[in-house]
């Protein structure tokens, strides 16, 4: 059950466009298209914003965007706004019975 | 609308045993796996521990195994995590989490959290 890696931090203007990454360690990301990405901001409890690799639940932005390579998914967020600034978290599938998350990205927003 | 309201957290010495609680409404609770994710203060998310809808398909961290056990009653809603032989290592905020929907099987993304409930394991 290691930890999947994202990069510890990532900046950007707003406006601008970020991407973190998020690479798997062999039978989770790889292996299905159902990696996860959670919002956190100082203080609250996580929020999905982006399942199974792609998708948006109602009521998340449009720029927020996901998209997987071999063993490494992706987060974008275009059009960065200042409320963007959190803690941003991948997460994958591995079996039934157990769930994986990555060690988190701190985005700071210009 | 979906609430997960956690109970049960607070300071515990080391080797002690605590039992954190998760009360569920707003969703056919017998419908969802449940899982328990913890946050130790300033570090990331670590997924605890995973219960299936009919209490049988359970997982565990590894860091958790043999030490903490999950359980559910579907009855009452709720879903519970028993805590033994704690170390300062477990102190965290302890989310209760509700699963993916079944009908697009399988459960795999963690679509509602409650607000968490903290555990500190101290002297």
């Known amino acids: 059950q290691s930890a999947l890696t994202q990069p510890a931090s990532v900046s950007g203007s707003p406006g601008q466009s970020i991407t973190i990454s998020c690479t798997g360690t062999g039978g989770d990301v790889s292996t299905y298209d159902y990696v996860s990405w959670y919002q956190q901001h100082p203080g609250k409890a996580p929020k999905l914003i982006i399942y199974d690799v792609s998708n948006r639940p109602s009521g998340v932005p449009y720029r927020f965007s996901g998209s997987k390579s071999g063993n490494t998914a992706s987060l974008t967020i275009s059009g960065l706004q200042a409320e963007d600034e959190a803690d941003y978290y991948c997460s994958s599938y591995v079996t039934a019975t157990t769930r994986v998350f990555g060690g988190g990205t701190k985005l700071t927003v210009l | 609308e979906v609430q997960l309201v956690e109970s049960g957290g607070g300071l515990v010495q080391p080797g002690g045993s605590l039992r954190v609680s998760c009360a569920a409404s707003g969703f056919i609770f017998n419908d969802y796996a449940m899982h328990w994710v913890r946050q130790a203060p300033g570090r990331g998310l670590e997924w605890v521990s995973t219960?299936?809808?009919?209490?049988?398909?359970?997982g565990y961290a590894d860091s958790v195994k043999g030490r903490f056990t999950i359980s559910r009653d579907n009855a009452k809603n709720s879903v519970y995590l028993q805590m033994n032989s704690l170390t300062t290592e477990d102190t965290a905020f302890y989310y209760c989490v509700k699963d993916s929907p079944y009908s697009s099987y399988p459960p795999r993304y963690f679509a509602a959290w409650g607000q968490g409930t903290l555990v500190a394991v101290s002297s």
């Open positions: 219960i299936h809808w009919n209490g049988v398909i359970i």
